[in-house]
């Protein structure tokens, strides 16, 4: 029996974990599995996931810039997928076809439940961010039924459109009110740069979670900023990477893997 192959695309591609994630998910289930990382070139993914999945490819994660790519180019898709407008994994049929999901909503929905036991029922809602990623996770966030859902952008017109799309409410940074959110989610690449949205202090102090997409070795600016203005934690989403790789996993192999010793490891540094 030859090994199962999977792999992640992207570009840059170097610096993923997902091969180490992975590899401790087959440990877990006690398999034998190969994850590369497969750089695609800019406009090349179809071609590029074409040559894997002829190649013997089972399944496949896929991450910045070919998440609308893999949409684009799979046989069929998820609801939340298509909801995203973005796949993050491709999964081999039978019959051969390429069916493509999106975990990303399911892994923020699982580390904020499962590592911060926070539950998201009855609460008010504030993600920050209007890009692909603030778009896969508002279906499921939606899905956990919070008192509200509003979405801020600094381009707020963005905002409004992902609001009207899913059904959930719009506000500009300036308008938000004081003391108005349990859980805010920064969904903005800013923190990749060290630069927090601009948004009032005020806004955070009764938040009991801070959420962050973004993760490094050291906490985020916005994480830094949400703890000074009052919100009681903050957490980056290196918890999140870890748990929609194993619902992308589960999709794939029908195992559901232990995120907790994994994003631990990742945390000491050891994978
Ligand atoms: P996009 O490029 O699609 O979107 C970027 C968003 O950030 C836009 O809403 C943009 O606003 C906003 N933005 C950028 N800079 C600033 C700033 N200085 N102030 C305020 N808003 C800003 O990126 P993605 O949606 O793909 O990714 C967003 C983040 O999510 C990244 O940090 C990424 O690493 C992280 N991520 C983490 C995952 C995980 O598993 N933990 C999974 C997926 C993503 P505007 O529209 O005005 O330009």
Redo the contacts with the bound molecule.
């Keep these: 029996m030859p090994v199962p192959r999977y792999a992640v695309f992207g570009n840059p591609i170097a610096h993923s974990r997902s091969p180490a994630i992975h590899q401790m998910f087959a440990a877990q289930e006690g398999a034998a599995i190969e994850y590369e990382r497969i750089l695609a070139e800019p406009g090349r993914f179809a071609e590029s996931a074409a040559a894997f999945f002829a190649a013997g490819g089972l399944g496949a994660n896929v991450?910045?810039?070919f998440?609308t790519d893999a949409c684009a180019w799979a046989d069929s898709l998820s609801a939340r997928a298509r909801a995203a407008g973005a796949a993050?994994t491709l999964i081999k049929q039978p019959n051969g076809q390429i069916h493509a999901d999106n975990t990303?909503g399911l892994?923020?929905v699982a580390?904020i439940r499962r590592h911060f036991q926070v539950a998201l029922a009855g609460k008010r809602i504030l993600l920050?961010?209007?890009?692909?990623?603030?778009?896969?996770v508002i279906l499921p966030l939606l899905e956990c039924r919070p008192a509200s859902l509003t979405i801020a952008?600094?381009?707020?017109a963005?905002?409004r459109e992902l609001a009207e799309t899913f059904g959930a409410s719009a506000a500009e940074?300036a308008e938000l009110p004081a003391a108005g959110f349990d859980i805010a989610i920064?969904?903005?690449?800013?923190?990749?740069?060290g630069?927090?949205?601009?948004i009032a202090a005020k806004v955070f102090t009764q938040c009991e979670l801070a959420y962050?997409?973004?993760?490094g070795r050291e906490p985020t600016a916005f994480m830094r900023f949400a703890q000074n203005a009052g919100a009681q934690r903050s957490a980056?989403?290196?918890?999140?990477?870890?748990?929609?790789?194993a619902e992308s996993y589960r999709l794939w192999r029908g195992f559901s893997p232990n995120t907790a010793p994994v994003l631990a490891a990742l945390r000491a540094g050891e994978i």
């Design positions: 991450t910045v810039p998440k993050n990303d892994g923020l580390d920050i961010g209007a890009g692909g990623a603030a778009r896969g952008n600094r381009t707020a963005k905002a940074f920064n969904a903005t690449s800013g923190s990749l740069s630069q927090v949205p601009a962050d997409m973004a993760y980056d989403g290196l918890g999140m990477l870890v748990e929609q790789a």
